[in-house]
């Protein structure tokens, strides 16, 4: 039987609590009713004595403070709401016991971004990881040693595992009841809670918003010239020029600032012009690539897809919605 601590606390997003929760407690129902041993021991851990952030009435769960828990084999970091620099230095001692429980042989997962509380603890140095796409500039910014793959679902490395955004999270709990027992009650999992197996990319999801944190007005300058004029057919020659510095100057000094080079910041803009229109309904894909810069068919798709993981006619079947228009409401602008 592995035991599992699910921290808990204030600040926790309780739906990737009970979902984690849901699908370990269904796993154990599974093998009961079969008349074998539980995989699992779960225990929601926190800072009290007692447990006053979540109800749990079913017989499968416990509690336990963190001071009367003593080596559990996997430690489950929820996703939190709030300042992403405030709210793991609110929980340090919760970290510390993260990172104690660590040293001594436990392993560690995150669920969208309770990735932080990891990298607070030093647990993501030198390693890869993922989290919500939105909080990509962000954590590589706070943390420079760490390998973050925004494009990622799941990661698993050395005993840590990060999972992506929301509810994408389910699939990290996915993929650890497979790996603890056995791909056929994966299978039955991933049936049961209606989740795609192996599932690795979460790059459809994600909006880019341009990478202005940082101090280079130069570069910054560059990057709202490439924004309004990314639909002619700039070149990075013109772009420089644009800044008044040499090309490989401003190459240099541009990937330092946004960490893509000029032409990966191009490519990006212009292919986040081509998803919204496809969300909106564009039907003609050679009229919506010359709108986004492309005179090429073949590269306009081969771009896309690398950058979305979706082909433009897939992506426009999966998001083009006939909804009414949000003007000036910046539905990203609040994303946790």
Known sequence: MKE??????EDAVFSTVSGAMDMLIHTNR?????GKPLPFKIMLVGEKAENQFLRNPEPYVGYSSITDLKNPGLI???????DR?????????LINWVTDMNKKGTEVASLCSGSYFLAEAGLLNGRSCTSHWF?????????????FLSDMVITDDRGIYTSGGAFSSLNLVLYL????CGREVG????KMFSLDMDRTSQSHFAVFKGQHQHNDDDILKAQHYIEQNHHQQLNIDEIADHTNMSKRNFIRRFKKATQNTPFEYLQRVKIESAKKALEKGAQNINLLMYDAGY???????EVFKKITGLTPQDYRKKYSRDIPALDGVDIYHSVN
């Open 295 to 301: 005179n090429d068919i073949k590269t306009f798709r």
């Open 177 to 180: 009841i497979d790996k603890f």
């Open 85 to 93: 620099g405030v709210i793991p230095q609110k929980h340090q001692t």
């Open 187 to 190: 299978i039955w999992a991933s």
């Open 30 to 34: 599974l093998f009961h009713e079969s």
């Open 4 to 9: 599992i601590a699910i921290l808990i606390h």
């Open 76 to 82: 489950i970091v929820p996703a939190f709401y709030g």
């Open 135 to 147: 909080d990509k500039e962000d954590i590589m910014s706070r943390y420079p040693d760490v390998n």
